[in-house]
């Protein structure tokens, strides 16, 4: 697929939430390859932003929600794409039947509670945070699970989280928190759930959805 460049404002999400944990990493991510311009620029144009094409002219995010938003907070002006789809010629309630039907769609807010399609906004900035999907999305980064191909990966592994670590250690101990999480990674409860592994694995560096 041939990378293309797009106006990072023009990117919209396809899902209410992210882990604003993970953004803030990512920022310092590419802050740090600041430092090494080449190196910043093969990382961008390693990890392109998978997105549809959608009504007027707008591109639709469906990979890379949290690098998507780092760009953003980051004040870059575009950001490189590979589009999946064009359903740019579609009648925009056409439009989210199809997104829907493929699975490119996770309309689940920062608590876990699945909303309306009209529910995700129309800005990347103003998605919400679930700290559940730092917490899932640290833990595969830490090598306690392994990368899937399932949809939506992390936020299931975020759903696995919710009812087994208290919100409020993850927002007053992180570290803490990732600690148990990790642990709870390995348990054979989570046998079922994409990427599971009973030992740790190596790091994955990755941009994940």
Known sequence: ???????????????????????????????????????????????????????????????????AHALLDESFKTAPVVILDDLSKLALPDFWKQMVAKGWVYPVDGKGKKQDILAIPKKIRDMQDDPYRSLAGFVREGGGYLKSQTPYAEFVWAEYYRPLVALKLIKSDFN????????????????????????????????EQ
């Open 1 to 67: 697929m041939t990378v293309q460049s797009v106006p990072v404002k023009a990117l919209r999400p396809t899902q209410i939430a992210v882990g604003l944990l993970l953004v803030k990493a990512k920022r310092k991510g590419l802050r740090d390859r600041e430092r090494q311009p080449q190196e910043l620029v093969d990382f961008i144009l390693e990890n392109p932003i998978r997105v549809v094409a959608g009504p007027a002219d707008q591109h639709y995010v469906v990979d890379h929600h949290h690098l």
């Open 176 to 207: 803490k928190a990732l600690k148990l999480a990790m642990k709870l990674a390995h348990d054979v409860k989570a046998a079922h759930l994409p990427g599971y592994t009973k030992e740790a694995v190596k790091k994955d560096k990755g941009a």
